[in-house]
């Protein structure tokens, strides 16, 4: 077990927020950090492989594992299971490695009330008309899953004052940015850096 314990950074946003864009900006420029693979029953997008963006599982595979306690934490959205593995996270974490997790509102705030100390971090889009012209241009999904997603993303933008951090993903570089320098921050949290000062203070 390593003597630092690793950070639980937990990222929310409505679908064509750009979580996955700026994601992939942050793992490039922090390349210790380990994205956790989410299990879902959805089926796969053009372009998404099994194990990389997802464990794509059935329906009877997922609630195996809700009732076996495997996750950390799970929810059900628009009309598909999604949940992250706590064995992964957990073993990672004791070796000191610093966990992202992309997820939605319900599933951060159980991480949240399991993991007080995780870092909750929400990404939104810079205006509606943004985010609906994104999800037009991703072209994968239906015009009646798209109109839900962003009914959705109003509801979720709303759960956005239980984060730590807001930010607005208007460019991906600066997004990204911030989202670093939130973890240098957090990284220099006192309680965290109390055993730097025992040498000055003496620990009587
Ligand atoms: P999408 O279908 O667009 O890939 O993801 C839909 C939503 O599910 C996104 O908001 C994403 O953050 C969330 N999500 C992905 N993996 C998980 C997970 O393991 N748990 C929860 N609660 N949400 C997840």
Do not use: W
């Not at 999800?135 to 509801?155: F, G, M, S, V, Y």
């Amino acid at each position: 077990m390593s003597e630092r314990r690793g950070e639980l950074i937990v990222l929310s946003g409505p679908s064509g927020a750009g979580k996955s864009t700026v994601i992939a900006e942050l793992l490039s420029a922090r390349r210790d950090i380990h994205f956790s693979v989410s299990f879902t029953t959805r089926q796969p997008r053009t372009g998404e492989a099994d194990g990389v963006n997802y464990n794509f599982v059935s329906r009877e595979e997922f609630e195996r594992m809700i009732a076996a306690d495997e996750l950390l934490e799970y929810a059900e959205y628009v009309g598909n299971y999604y949940g992250t593995s706590l064995k992964v996270i957990r073993d990672k974490l004791d070796q000191g490695v610093d966990v992202l997790l992309d997820i939605e509102v319900q599933g951060a705030a159980k991480v949240k009330e399991r993991c007080p100390e995780a870092v909750l971090i929400f990404l939104i889009p810079p205006s509606i008309e943004e985010l609906s012209r994104r999800l037009h241009r991703r072209n994968t999904d239906p015009e009646e899953t798209i109109q839900r997603r962003l009914e959705k993303a109003r509801e979720e933008c709303r759960e956005s004052v239980h984060y730590d951090y807001l930010v607005v993903n208007d460019a991906v570089v600066t997004a990204a940015g911030e989202i670093l320098s939130i973890l240098e921050a957090e990284r220099c949290r006192t309680p965290k850096r109390l055993h730097l000062t025992q040498s000055i203070v003496g620990t009587a």
